[in-house]
Nanobody, 123 residues
Framework: QVQLVESGGRLVQAGGSLRLSCAASGRTASTYAMGWFRQAPGKEREFVAA????????YYTDSVKGRFTISREYAKNTVYLQMNSLKSEDTAVYYC????????????????WGQGTQVTVSS
């Protein structure tokens, strides 16, 4: 079992930056690939970014490439999502997810989920 707790979401002005954190706990938490997804009101949950088990591979949806960076700190069992140049369309609840195996862009491939953290970007 892996428990995930996100933090860092808040109201920010367009053009600003935020860093989301996802603290993982539980047995072998460091052996999971990690991902960030988001869900805006009235929309389906969508892939944002993912990082492989060893951190060597990262993946991003096109709309955040060049603005968002996913990283992981093994000593703290924490995954981060650095978000720069935020836009109003980035407003959503952001979820951290974990899966045993390779990183994936698919929602259904992830086994464990956090409770989400709200990011609101005002224009």
């Amino acid at each position: 079992q892996v428990q995930l707790v996100e933090s860092g979401g808040r109201l920010v002005q367009a053009g600003g930056s935020l860093r989301l954190s996802c603290a993982a706990s539980g047995r072998t938490a460091s052996t999971y690939a990690m991902g960030w997804f988001r869900q805006a009101p009235g929309k389906e949950r969508e892939f944002v970014a993912a990082i492989s088990l060893r951190g060597g591979n990262t993946y991003y949806t096109d709309s955040v490439k060049g603005r968002f960076t996913i990283s992981r700190e093994y000593a703290k069992n924490t995954v981060y999502l650095q978000m720069n140049s935020l836009k109003s369309e980035d407003t959503a609840v952001y979820y951290c997810a974990a899966r045993y195996g390779a990183a994936s862009l698919k929602y259904d491939d992830y086994e464990y989920w956090g409770q989400g953290t709200q990011v609101t970007v005002s224009s």
